[in-house]
């Protein structure tokens, strides 16, 4: 793990990680203070979501002392695990039935949003994409009350749970695939369409056999990014869950766990493990696939970790 | 560079094809946006601007702009200026915590996007350990240190073990230390990671140039790195202090007592209690017009930027 920031790797590494013009530098020593620092605050980042979920294993209800290893919090307590416990369970159905639904819907609607946007030139477009934007740095807050407030005295057919969630889920997710899409266009340019067309494809078919297949990596990232965007939202799904039947995951950890320890302590780091699994399979497989499909571009796994984080 | 290109190309492109298919491509999302983002604001104007319905306590929004009345209106602004001003406190109190969490998280943040971007052999491995509690829910954070803060939790014994303290001291129940920490907590990982992608861009010929100058490593960090870093500063800084204004939870799952709520505790709460929603709808519109102007700065900022999805 710790490298000798002395050593110098030979120019044939440096060649092929394409770093050279960087490994030049490297001839200044680091200080270590530095590194010191950035293992600090690692461990600090780290350290207490591991102990969570350690403790989820635990075979008391105690979340600081350790009893021997189980997975009464997960399968084996006949009344508080998550297997068994109503609420935590159908929390679990609840996040992934929000979660499929938003990014099927989301990740379509956004990506086209882009597309439409980039090509249509005129001040309305603008207009859109500053209004998507805007809606991109909105705090959470401001977004969650406003569409409440809609729903609770305009749109009143529209009842509070999960359809209210789903809608307004999508609204607040739009702008990943546009903004990631967005940035993809403008490195793809027009030329490639520009040829499908002179070559005689209609400007949709361009777009569809063309433009979508070379979006793909980027559509991809999105969905990613959506989905476990929704499995962690939290603010939009508690202001419009309405009974406990459409409390996700997020929301049953906060309500149940606002006020610290429940007889069923464990069992909420238990869910909140699965909650982690859950973001973490995704994005894991994401990336994998998204290595893939990226496969042979230049700029590698810098690039790729790029829109997965969102950077 | 690349968006460069890609503009005088796009130009041409966007000629061909009939002219109501981009629109048309466009409109779904659109509309959305439309209907379930600008169009709240509007109810929520009609709802402040309205009464409440002395029976049901549920709110009666006036629709018509010019018979819009000030009964919440005139409610929030005693609250917040009046002789029991409760509300006044709280809007300070959720300003020196943003700025406060904000500063900490800057301090922490710089040098770690800035020791990562410098990093040649192992970026990797750390951009994969930085980017990692990105994918933690923020609840199972929030819940970690909800779990250590305990009173008999771990860091009250290694604190008393230590002999730093001697007896626990109750973290969980209205401590600002805590929900401070909570939000450095909940968003210095948004913040290294925007931090990251400015710094990382920065063309190391400079760098190299200006210690060819004969400038020293410090110096190079002050007069080069940190003046082209300047602008990421303030995105990252806008990025992180724009949710925390609007954070209840972290205050919630870490504090849950009076003394340390925050404005988006009062919001939350007035949603939920009957006949209180209009004030909730004021102090949305208020912290809206707060936060509006460096919303559409780093909205411009970004777009400016090139593409929006680099400064993010």
Known sequence: MSTGTSSVAAPVTRAASGVHHRARLRRVRRPSLLRGFVWLYLLWSLVPVALAILFSFNSGSSVTEWQGFSLRWYTGDPYYSVLHDPALHDAVIQTLRLAVLTTLVAVPVGVLFAIGVNRWRSRQASAWTFLMLLAFVMPELIFGVGIFLLLTNLLTFV??????QFLALVAWNISWPAIIVRARLASIGGDYEEAAMDLGASSLGAVRRVLLPMLFPAVFASTVLVFAGVVDDFVIVDLLSSNAQSQPMSVIIYTLGAHGGSAAAPALNALATVMFVMSIATVAIGWFVYRWLTRGEKGGSALSLG????? | MLAADAGLSRSKTSARGPRWLWPSLAMPGALWLAVLFLLPFYVALAVAGGTVNPLFFS??????PLSWRSV?????????????????QTVLRTLAYVVIASAICLLIAYPVAYFVARQSRHKGMYLVALVAPFWVSYMMRMLAWQNLLQNGGLVNHILTATRLITEPVSWLSGNPVTVVLGLVYGYVPYLIIVLYAGLDRIDQALLEAARDLGLGRIRTFLHVTLPL??????AGALITALPMAGDFYTNTMLSGVPTTTMIGNVISNSLSTPGQSGDGAVLVLFLLLALLAPMVWYVRSSSRAGTAGELL
């Open chain 1, 159 to 164: 009842r509070l749970g999960t359809t209210a």
């Open chain 1, 307 to 311: 829109p997965l984080t969102g950077s």
């Open chain 2, 59 to 64: 709110p009666e929004p006036v629709w018509n």
């Open chain 2, 72 to 88: 919440y209106l005139g409610q929030v602004w005693s609250d917040l200026f009046g002789a029991h001003a409760y509300l006044g």
């Open chain 2, 229 to 234: 870093s300047r602008q990421v500063i303030y």
